[in-house]
């Protein structure tokens, strides 16, 4: 079956400072991602479906400039997380789509702790 | 607007038993795709089963198999000889092109030995 790597697992980082999670599809090319941000015992919400080579799509609520969001590569989306404060500690999860298909596949997740 | 509902916050199951979790959907959209995803607690999200809303066949992946009712929107999961294994948070999505999806806000199965 397909499969989507996202990396780090886990991160912790100081309040101010960045974090760039990475997103990879490892058996198929995916021109579509998406980023979604899950809190403790809730559901899934999308924050933003990312584009190779275009600029990503935000849902609404979601501040594109602190949620900074790069599909470079048909197997690669990044999102970086800037000045990260305390209230953006949750479960950051990504998803890809193989071509054209409905299906997404997710990885496996980042827990973001922002001390 | 599309929502998707799953009325069953927990459930429980004895080992070996059946188990069925309940997901109901609203939409105006004739052709749409339904998922089942289960996240374990390592939280990786997997998919379980899917069906195409123009297919009346129910699908079917070895223990698990689904009650479509297009008419009632009404999309449930079917698990079969539960196992340890399938204790999980089970969450039910819609889309319509694969960009979109709603997800329910799960259901929290726990299978007791």
């Known amino acids: 079956g397909a499969v989507v790597s996202q990396h780090p697992s886990w991160v912790i980082c100081k309040s101010g400072t960045s974090v760039k999670i990475e997103c990879r599809s490892l058996?198929?090319?995916?021109?579509?991602m998406f980023w979604y941000r899950q809190f403790p015992k809730q559901s899934l919400m999308l924050m933003a479906t990312?584009?190779?080579?275009?600029?990503?799509?935000?849902e609404q609520g979601v501040e594109k400039d602190k949620f900074l969001i790069n599909h470079a590569s048909l197997t690669l989306s990044t999102l970086t997380v800037t000045s990260a404060h305390p209230e953006d500690s949750s479960f950051y999860i990504c998803?890809?789509?193989?071509?054209?298909?409905?299906?997404?596949?997710f990885g496996a997740g980042t827990r973001l702790s922002v001390l | 607007a599309q929502t998707v509902t799953q009325s069953q916050p927990e459930m429980s199951v004895q080992e070996a038993e059946t188990v069925t979790l309940s997901c109901t959907y609203d939409?105006?959209?004739?052709?749409?795709?339904l998922f089942w995803y289960k996240q374990p607690p390592s939280r990786q999200m997997i998919l379980v089963i899917r069906?195409?809303?123009?297919?009346?066949q129910n699908a079917t992946e070895n223990r698990f198999s689904v009650n479509f009712q297009k008419a009632a929107k009404s999309f449930s999961l079917k698990i079969s000889d539960s196992q340890l294994g399938d204790a999980a948070m089970y969450f039910c999505a819609y889309t319509v092109t694969g960009n979109q999806f709603y997800f329910g806000t799960g259901t929290s199965l726990t299978v007791i030995p």
């Open positions: 990312s584009n190779e080579g275009s600029k990503a799509t935000y």
């Open positions: 069906q195409e809303a123009y297919k009346q």
């Open positions: 939409t105006s959209e004739s052709d749409y795709y």
């Open positions: 998803s890809a789509r193989p071509g054209a298909g409905n299906i997404q596949y």
């Open positions: 058996d198929f090319q995916a021109t579509t």
